[in-house]
């Protein structure tokens, strides 16, 4: 343990994090974001998803340095009455919970689909591959609407409210997955034919052995380059949809159902209600994409093309 | 090609500034455009908003809700199932053809033929012509609201619908889904005669020449219809000027337009009652009067019409709006947290219990928000609820299927009489007599049918105003479903627009009589 | 190739299969279109006998062989809200989607070509470090937020700009064109922005990436050796070698942008087909959705198919036909 922590000290990836301001300046901010939405019990001042705290009659509220506003809402309340602070605290709680989520099973998938279509090769490697193309060919946008449209139909009514993060986890990972297959798969390739995998080859260990201890960690830091990456897509995937209203429902809005909902009130001057919460967002995801793009130029230089 | 371009913006330039001298045009915003021409393919209020201005029925409402004579020019009773009317003579279709007791027939007997009116006409048994300008209308019983359904009655040009089109179609077939030559044709005697339409774009109106009410003050010479669905867009477009009248106007933007200097605000008091109903076969609790009941106390509606609804709807405590027949001062709004809370502890229910609720979201004015401040409201007595909201294209279905332990509805009468209500939305479900038909709630109380039943065929107004006064307050009593209001139609229209005349508690805006100055 | 050819085609038929059937099976699900279609009051015997009439009550191989039959004869079935059949309806909004999609990829190339080059070129100028910010910021805003914002800014606050639809379109042989009048082009100017937003950081980048890496290989390094003159040696030699790969991921960009069109156009109210696709699945007006699906398959199979053949036929170390 120690011995990880000295090499760590002493990498190169330290080294550069050290001397970059902008990483450590994004990396603060995140920390302190994620922090913020972990912890969201404890730091939001209201519950918003406990509807008995909630009063209409708290509506609109304008934030609290406005004249009409209230001391007891920062930000100012939305039509429903929620305290704008605490709703999109929780409401980052939902993008970290559903980003961090959706990357997860997309690794997942991509990973075993690509290690598997890289090392067999041949017609396995021809059919997924295809499979990849054509699930990129249509825009992942629109293939979480269709998802999305079957699995609010194939839950009841109830049981929606409960089962809609794991079902959005589910509907963006699986709509995304190629990107990792592909990268995965085209390091596979690589390393295939290297001497090292030749020679546990002959060793005699089996495939799967090869795979897993072998050929898996040398595609590690790609993995990590593309996964903040696609944090940054997967949470603006959660916000598209709820925006267009098929992702949170809207007892427990996220910072996209947020944004949907003040835009019906923009016109009529309680424009916090978008503002705020889409500030966070772009907040949220910038800082992802700026630490993205350090890890990238420091990690693997030859990747920044594609992304 | 440069020459075919500038052929073709001249062509634009004078549409668009040609029509200066004396023309008046009225450019129109609405949230969704007719779904046909023909007017018998759907009840709904979009499609009786086109017949008002491209067809013209035997009698309108007035916004006094007294009967104002338009093709019949007098009507007399002649026994307990006939009623005769005399028709206006020298009205002439759209088509040209003359106007005559015949068409009134025709009408009659389409409107029995169409999946959408043929349970209103229902009572109706048909039209005998006494010459070219009387008709007899009978009915099957006797018939209290016979003039009411005679306001549905827009007569069609039977010549011009006769025959069949280039399909081999006859024309006067009604297409639910699929062409048909009165979705894109049309000849009413009514104000305008359509010139263009591109469902979903554009619905361009032009004044009928040989319009036979030459008294109407009406002076639009054309009418452009557009459908904006957006709540937010609609409004940005009448205040920057890219039409001059828009309806519905979302309730969050009412103060914008009223502080506009170049555009009003109308609202009209309207009939449609919103309610959420509480289903008792589904929940046993919902079968104890005291969680009903409980659960009105504990609605604050005046709330929701306060804060969501901005003040532009009446709070509700019963089915029929002010002026109905059984409308009942005593059925009072009830809002008291404390009874509330009381009365669940009574049911020993202070606990609560966890409940489903279904609602749409793009039926009624702010639907979706009304439904989650229930949510929260009902939270306060221990009562959560998993709500889910939906287009209702898929709500009605879900509606029907009862998934859900409450379920909203909101309901216009469509013979502007209180018993109307009573029969589709709280007499015990019955599916051969259709009655009840929208009761997801499942209330059922025999005492209520038979007093509506008997209300039907009661002639004498005041011992049936009696009756419909008591149903009212037995629902009251039993908290047989959550009343929220009574919605307002709402309005926005650039100063010019003489709208105040032309609106009513129906939502048929009469273009035809609109006065632009 | 044209073995290549034979066999893309046997995919995207597969492929459209395969779509239409999910299509299909998800079609009774969500919502039934005749509920749209007819009034409130409507008897729910009357709704079955409708039912019964469409054909849908047939078991779902039947409907389904029977639309594979229809859809080969070019017939996608009618839309039941449009009451026409729904390849014509998809037909007529196409226009409105093509333009937006042309005039942002006029913009996406006007703007990114040129500060491309040059961040690439002089990469510690104070213009190309902020834009290289500027860049990741805006990759970081979600489209609906940039025309929200634009909104606000232009069409509420400003009264600049119109905030929704087309305006004024001129009918050429059927295309309904916005691009003839100014008020059709003040209409474009907003809802373009917004969907070039997202795109724009990602093509400076990329030009700007392909630029410097050309820039050090060994050529343009003889090229300098050999005096050449800046200006040839940046625009001849190495812009000319950028603009391949940068081509292909255009290709592919412009697809992803048909997605991204759903979202301007919900905010724009703007009539092309994201916005007809949305208005569909809250209508339940599933005949039009399916026949959608088909539709955005075949474009984007023939786009990926040409897009291949093209990347093969300049690159030729990249042999089609074999693939494997």
């Known amino acids: ?307 | 090609m440069k020459k075919m371009m500038i052929v073709l913006l001249s062509v634009l330039l004078i549409a668009a500034f040609g029509s200066l001298a004396g023309a008046k045009t009225l450019k129109v915003g609405l949230d969704a455009d007719p779904v046909s021409l023909d007017p018998h393919v759907q009840l709904s209020g979009g499609m009786l908003q086109l017949s008002h201005w491209v067809f013209d029925p035997l009698v309108r409402w007035t916004q006094k809700m007294t009967f104002e004579p338009r093709l019949a020019t007098k009507w007399k009773r002649i026994d307990d199932l006939t009623m005769r009317f005399y028709l206006r003579k020298g009205v002439k279709f759209h088509s040209g053809n003359p106007f005559t007791a015949k068409d009134v027939k025709f009408t009659v007997e389409r409107l029995k033929k169409s999946v959408d009116f043929k349970g209103l006409f229902e009572p109706f048994a048909g039209v005998k012509i006494i010459d070219d300008h009387t008709v007899d209308i009978t009915t099957k019983k006797p018939y209290a609201l016979l003039l009411n359904m005679a306001t549905y009655i827009f007569p069609m040009d039977s010549k011009f619908y006769s025959g069949k089109d280039k399909n081999g179609q006859p024309k006067d077939a009604i297409v639910k889904i699929g062409p048909s030559f009165a979705l894109n044709h049309e000849s009413g005697t009514g104000p305008f005669k359509v010139t263009y339409r591109e469902q979903g774009v554009k619905t361009v109106f032009e004044r009928f020449a040989g319009y036979w009410d030459k008294k109407s003050p009406g002076n639009v010479t054309k009418m452009i219809l557009t459908p904006i669905k957006e709540d937010a867009t609609r409004v940005a477009a009448l205040l920057s000027g890219d039409v001059d009248f828009i309806s519905p106007v979302p309730p969050q933007d009412f103060m914008r337009i009223k502080r506009d200097a170049n555009v009003n605000l109308f609202t009209y008091p309207g009939g449609r009652i919103i309610t959420v109903q509480m289903n008792e076969k589904r929940r046993k609790e919902f079968r104890d009067v005291r969680v009903r009941q409980a659960i009105v106390y504990a609605i604050n509606n005046a709330g929701i019409v306060k804060t969501i609804m901005k003040g532009t709807a009446t709070v509700a405590g019963q089915q029929s709006p002010p002026g109905y027949a059984g409308h009942n001062p005593a059925c009072k709004p009830r809002y008291d947290l404390k009874k509330a809370r009381a009365l669940m502890k009574a049911a020993g229910l202070e606990k609560g219990f966890t409940c489903t609720m279904i609602a749409p979201n793009n039926r009624y004015v702010n639907d979706e928000k009304i439904a989650q401040a229930v949510v929260s409201m009902l939270a306060k007595i221990n009562i959560k609820v998993n709500l889910k909201t939906m287009p209702k294209a898929q709500y009605w279905d879900e509606f029907d299927a009862q998934v859900a332990d409450m379920q909203m509805i909101g309901w216009h009468s469509d013979t502007e009489d209180s018993g109307n209500f009573s029969e589709f939305l709280v007499m015990c479900p019955n599916k051969k007599t259709g009655y009840g038909q929208y009761n997801s709630g499942n209330y059922c109380n025999p005492e209520v049918d038979k007093l509506t039943l008997a209300a039907q065929s009661e002639t004498n107004l005041k011992k049936r105003a009696a009756m419909l006064k008591k149903i009212e307050k037995i629902l009251y009593d039993d908290a047989a479903f959550i009343p929220f209001h009574w919605q307002n139609h709402s309005y926005g229209a650039r100063k010019n627009l003489m709208v105040k005349p032309i609106i009513n508690t129906m939502n048929f805006p009469y273009f035809g009589d609109l006065v632009i100055k | 190739m044209f073995a290549f050819i034979v066999r893309r085609i046997g995919q995207a038929v597969l492929v459209m299969l395969v779509i239409s059937l999910v299509g299909f099976s998800i079609k009774n699900r969500i919502g039934d279109p005749v509920r749209d279609v007819v009034g409130e009051r409507v008897t729910p015997a009357e709704r079955a006998a409708l039912r019964q009439k469409l054909g849908l009550n047939d078991p779902f191989l039947v409907q389904y062989v029977r639309f594979v039959e229809n859809a080969l004869k070019g017939d996608l079935g009618l839309s039941f809200f449009y009451k026409k059949p729904a390849l014509k309806v998809i037909i007529s909004k196409a226009p409105a989607t093509l333009e937006l999609v042309f005039v942002t990829a006029l913009i996406l190339i006007v703007v990114s070509l040129p500060i491309g080059v040059f961040t690439a070129i002089r990469p510690r100028n104070w213009f190309s470090r902020f834009t290289m910010a500027f860049s990741t910021l805006g990759v970081s805003i979600p489209v609906f937020l940039t025309a929200i914002l634009l909104i606000y800014v232009f069409a509420v606050t400003l009264n600049w700009l119109p905030s929704y639809g087309r305006g004024l379109t001129v009918d050429i042989g059927g295309w309904q064109s916005g691009l003839l009048t100014l008020d059709g082009l003040k209409h474009l100017i907003l809802p373009s922005i917004s969907l070039a937003s997202i795109m724009l950081p990602l093509f400076i980048r990329l030009i700007r990436a392909e630029m410097m890496e050309i820039l050090e290989t060994e050529y343009i390094k003889f090229a300098w050796a050999k005096g050449l003159r800046r200006s040839r040696i940046w625009f001849l030699h190495a812009f000319k070698n950028t603009l391949l790969p940068v081509i292909t991921v255009f290709g592919v960009q412009i697809g992803i942008m048909f997605a991204f069109t759903i979202l301007t156009e919900t905010v724009f109210q703007w009539q092309g087909m994201g916005f007809m696709f949305l208005e569909a699945v809250e209508r339940s007006d599933t005949s039009l959705l399916v026949a959608y699906l088909v539709v955005v398959g075949v474009i984007f199979v023939v786009v990926n198919t040409l897009v291949d053949i093209i990347y093969g036929l300049v690159n030729p170390t990249v042999r089609v036909a074999g693939r494997k």
């Open chain 1, 1 to 307: 343990m120690k011995a990880t922590w000295q090499r760590f000290k002493s990498s190169y990836l330290l080294y550069s994090f050290r001397r970059d301001k902008v990483a450590m300046a994004s990396f603060a901010v995140l920390v302190l974001l994620i922090l913020t939405g972990l912890a969201a019990p404890l730091v939001s001042p209201y519950n918003p998803y406990d509807p008995s705290s909630i009063d209409i009659m708290n509506s609109e509220l304008p934030p609290a340095w406005q004249d009409a506003g209230s001391r007891a809402f920062l930000l100012g309340t939305d039509v429903q009455g929620r305290d704008m602070v605490s709703t999109m605290i929780y409401g980052l709680r939902l993008s970290i919970l559903i980003g961090c989520g959706a990357v997860t099973l997309q690794a997942l998938i991509g990973i075993f689909i690509g290690l598997i279509a890289g090392y067999i090769g041949g017609k396995v490697d021809a059919l997924l591959m295809r499979l990849a193309d054509i699930q990129l060919s249509f825009p992942y946008l629109m293939v979480a609407i269709f998802i999305s449209a079957i699995f609010q139909v194939a839950f009841g009514i109830g049981r929606y409210a409960e089962l809609a993060v794991p079902l959005l986890i589910v509907i963006i990972g699986l709509s995304e997955w190629p990107v990792y297959a592909r990268t995965i798969r085209a390091s596979v390739i690589g390393e295939k034919n290297k001497e090292y995998v030749e020679a546990a080859r002959v060793i005699g260990l089996n495939r799967r052995l090869i795979m897993v201890r072998h050929i898996l960690p040398n595609t590690i830091t790609s993995v990590l380059v593309i996964s903040t990456i696609q944090v940054a897509n997967a949470v603006m995937s959660e916000a598209a949809l709820s925006f267009l209203g098929l992702g949170m429902p809207v007892t427990k809005p996220s910072l996209g159902s947020l944004i949907r909902s003040g835009f019906e009130y923009i016109f009529s001057g309680s424009w916090w209600i978008t503002i705020f919460p889409g500030i966070l967002l772009v907040i949220f995801v910038l800082v992802i994409n700026l630490l993205g793009d350090w890890l990238r130029d420091v990690l693997n230089p030859k990747l920044y093309k594609g992304a």
